[in-house]
């Protein structure tokens, strides 16, 4: 699966935080680097994108047990 339509890396800024999809695929390893990088440095300047990632690992490591 090709990450890049996940969402375009130039619409992804401070301002703009990713949907779940964005997170989830950081969570599965579906993410390119580079979106990855870009979403590192975009949680740890946002809190609320911090709490979708713990709401979303919470909920994953459920379904896997
Ligand atoms: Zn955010």
Same mark, same amino acid.
């Given at each position: 699966?090709?990450? %890049? $339509? !996940?969402?375009?890396?130039?619409? $992804? *800024?401070?301002?703009? @935080?990713?949907?779940?999809?964005?997170? *989830?695929?950081? !969570?599965?390893?579906? !993410?390119?680097?580079?979106?990855?990088?870009?979403? %590192?440095?975009? +949680? *740890?300047? @946002?809190?609320? @994108?911090?709490?979708?990632?713990?709401?979303?690992?919470?909920? +994953?490591? %459920?379904?896997?047990?």
């Amino acid at each position: 699966m090709d990450a %890049e $339509f !996940l969402f375009d890396a130039s619409q $992804f *800024s401070n301002d703009f @935080c990713p949907g779940y999809n964005v997170i *989830s695929g950081y !969570l599965d390893k579906n !993410l390119a680097a580079k979106q990855r990088k870009m979403l %590192e440095a975009h +949680l *740890s300047m @946002c809190r609320e @994108c911090r709490m979708k990632l713990f709401d979303l690992r919470a909920i +994953l490591n %459920e379904i896997n047990g």
